[in-house]
């Protein structure tokens, strides 16, 4: 499985923009980028998730670079609620192969939100 | 109704019993996701239902036994478990398992305790 490097914190203060990065260097064509994020004490929240293009939806944008090698999660206004693990996550688009359906998280990034 | 229900939420049970986990949804998903997670790590994958099939086991110890009896419905038989088996249980579903059927929704989790 290809793997995804993010650092292990960030910081941000409330209502500010926060800037997640992932790169991705070995993605393969077929691979999708998916963000998840987890809340203490609750299971994983699907963010976002994209191939190709930027994607934007109500809790995030997600930004590709050219080549794919790398993303960036954007929270456009950071909240308290915001405080989280985010996952970034490649997924295997490929049908019936071995990793069909397969998430495999790393470490993730901590997120602290300061009021 | 958008929810994944997992029950009990807490089980404790010793290295002799047999116990079973549960997790549904009706949401239509006919996939579902088996996690196992330890404190302060991230989301680990065991096994993948695609339309009530095994497609994915990820070397798991035959102690865990899963079981996809309908649609809507996953379970997890529990037996002879060990102390490093205490973890977070995560159930998951989606649309399908491949394809850009992205978004996986998780429950709230079964915290495991084994004595």
């Known amino acids: 499985d290809a793997k995804t490097t993010q650092p292990n914190s960030m910081e941000s203060n409330e209502e500010e923009p926060v800037h997640l990065p992932c790169n991705h260097s070995?993605?393969?064509?077929?691979?999708?980028i998916h963000w998840y994020r987890q809340l203490p004490s609750q299971g994983p929240e699907y963010v976002i998730h994209?191939?190709?293009s930027n994607v934007n939806n109500r809790m995030a944008s997600l930004a590709i670079a050219e080549d794919r090698k790398s993303s960036t999660l954007i929270l456009h206004r950071a909240t308290l609620r915001d405080a989280a693990v985010y996952y970034c996550?490649?997924?295997?688009?490929?049908?019936?192969?071995?990793?069909?359906?397969?998430?495999?998280f790393g470490q993730g990034t901590i997120l602290t939100v300061h009021p | 109704d958008t929810e994944v229900t997992q029950t009990p939420k807490h089980l404790v049970m010793g290295m002799t019993n047999k116990k079973s986990l549960k997790c549904e949804q009706h949401m239509g998903h006919r996939a579902m996701y088996w996690y196992k997670q330890k404190a302060k790590k991230p989301p680990e994958l065991m096994f993948v239902?695609?339309?009530?099939?095994?497609?994915i086991n990820e070397s798991v110890p035959s102690r865990f036994s899963p079981e996809c009896p309908n649609s809507s419905l996953l379970n997890l038989h529990l037996h002879a478990l060990q102390p490093e088996d205490s973890a977070l249980y995560l159930c998951?579903?989606?649309?399908?398992?491949?394809?850009?059927?992205?978004?996986?929704?998780f429950g709230p989790g079964t915290r495991l305790t084994v004595l």
């Open positions: 998951a579903s989606s649309r399908r398992a491949g394809g850009d059927f992205g978004e996986q929704f």
């Open positions: 070995t993605i393969s064509g077929t691979d999708y």
């Open positions: 996550i490649l997924r295997a688009y490929n049908a019936g192969g071995t990793s069909y359906g397969k998430l495999t």
């Open positions: 239902y695609s339309y009530e099939k095994l497609s």
């Open positions: 994209g191939l190709t």
